[in-house]
Structure formats: structure tokens, C-alpha cells
């Protein structure tokens, strides 16, 4: 079974410029999260999007913004890119809601964007 | 605010040994916690969670953690490591009621030497 699938798994951009991030969760999740993290921290959390809908949103500016389409793949988009920007941005899928019954908890992580801002 | 505090940032030990990590969280409701596991070269994934119920619980590959509430910590241990389980661990809470977000430690990285 395919897990979560990120793209790309690489990129290098510069100062300013704009990134799309995309993810396809695992299938049967409904549930889209996106994290960033950067060298020697834990992941923080960005955005949550369940049903085409953002949920959660964490302390980011709004460079940051994300979509989830009706497949319930998701993009991460941010603009006018900074240094600290540079990160491993992780997606992860789950398959309820916090609002739908019991949720687990548990997420299922892609390897990963690496992005470096130069 | 929600925070986890994981102490050790690196853990270096010889197969067989006795692992003990520790995670102290900061939040003052419920709280649903877990650790995860990242193994060299591959993505994040669940080692074990607790949600209610025995505060002892167990995980995959012989892990288990203690939920103490009184000390909000949440301890990964296992009885004898081995060298496959070099890895960065990390803890994680999810305290708000209702919310998906994971917050979470900063990781210990762990070495074992065969």
C-alpha cells in the first residue's frame, strides 16, 4: 500500500521567491497536516485541512497557506521566501477529524520536503 | 500553551543496555501523548500513544512508556536495546480538546553501539 507521498523530495529556491509543496495521503484518509521542520528541532505544526476544510491552523505568518483539493491531496504554498524558511516540511494524513467520533491520533508521515532558501 | 520537553539530546548506548528517555509535557488539561520514531533514511512513524485507561502502555519492538500524571512526564523505556534501534525519538502531545495539531519535542537522538 502506498503511504503519504510528498513532492517534490528536494528543492533549492532564493530569497523572495514562491514554493508549492504537494502531498497525497495515504488512501482512505481524509486528513491532510502539514509540519515544518527545521535542523535539529521537532516538527511544528502549520496547517490541518480536513474535507477540503482548514481545521488547525499554528503560528505561522501568512506567507504560509495550503489547500486540500477533493481527492484530498494537499499543497503548501509560501511566498516571499526567507532564509528560515529552509526546512524538512513533513505532510501527514490521518483518517478521522477530531470531530468524527474517536480520533486516534495517529498521523502518517511523508519523508518530506527539503527545502533551502538561499 | 502547549510545550514537551525532551532532556536528552543524545543518548549513546551498547546493545543490550536499558533505554530510558525522558518527556515532560506542559499543559494543564487532558492530554493524549505519543512518540514517534524516525530511523535513519525514512519518515516519521507511531511508536506508541496513550490515550486513557493503564498509564502503562506498549508499543512496537518491545518499547512501552509510563504516563505520570502527577509528574507530566511521559518516559519512553525499553528493557535492551539493540543496534536497529538507532533513531531520533520524539515525544508528542495533542492537549487541546478537539484539536488534530501534535506538539512536539525537540528529539533525542539515539545511538546504539553493537
Known amino acids: 500500500d502506498a503511504g503519504v507521498t510528498q513532492s517534490p523530495t528536494h528543492l533549492i529556491k532564493t530569497r523572495g521567491q514562491h514554493v508549492t509543496l504537494r502531498c497525497s495521503p495515504i488512501?482512505?484518509?481524509?486528513?491532510v497536516s502539514w509540519y515544518q521542520q527545521v535542523l535539529g528541532q521537532g516538527p511544528q505544526f502549520i496547517f490541518q485541512?480536513?474535507?477540503?476544510?482548514?481545521?488547525g491552523r499554528g503560528n505561522f505568518p501568512d506567507r504560509f497557506s495550503a489547500r486540500q483539493f477533493p481527492n484530498y491531496s494537499s499543497e503548501l504554498n509560501v511566498n516571499a521566501l526567507l532564509l528560515g524558511d529552509s526546512a524538512l516540511y513533513l505532510c501527514?494524513?490521518?483518517?478521522?477529524?477530531?470531530?468524527?467520533?474517536?480520533?486516534?491520533?495517529?498521523?502518517?508521515f511523508g519523508e518530506g520536503s527539503r527545502l533551502t532558501v538561499l | 500553551a502547549q510545550s514537551v520537553s525532551q532532556h536528552n539530546h543524545h543518548v549513546i548506548l551498547s546493545e543490550a543496555a536499558s533505554l530510558e528517555l525522558g518527556c515532560n509535557y506542559s499543559?494543564?488539561?487532558?492530554?493524549?501523548l505519543f512518540w514517534y520514531v524516525q530511523y535513519p533514511g525514512q519518515h516519521l512513524q507511531l511508536l506508541l500513544k496513550?490515550?486513557?485507561?493503564?498509564?502503562l502502555v506498549k508499543g512496537i519492538k518491545g518499547f512501552e512508556a509510563e504516563f505520570i500524571k502527577s509528574k507530566f512526564s511521559f518516559n519512553l523505556r525499553k528493557p535492551s536495546v539493540q543496534w536497529s534501534d538507532t533513531a531520533e525519538y520524539f515525544c508528542?502531545?495533542?492537549?487541546?480538546?478537539?484539536?488534530?495539531?501534535?506538539?512536539f519535542g525537540t528529539g533525542t537522538r539515539l545511538t546504539v553501539i553493537p
Open positions: 501527514a494524513s490521518s483518517l478521522t477529524n477530531s470531530g468524527q467520533g474517536v480520533h486516534t491520533g495517529e498521523l502518517f
Open positions: 488512501s482512505g484518509h481524509k486528513s
Open positions: 485541512y480536513y474535507e477540503k476544510e482548514e481545521r
Open positions: 499543559y494543564g488539561g487532558t492530554v493524549n
Open positions: 496513550y490515550f486513557s485507561g493503564d498509564p
Open positions: 508528542a502531545v495533542n492537549g487541546k480538546e478537539g484539536a488534530n495539531n501534535l506538539f
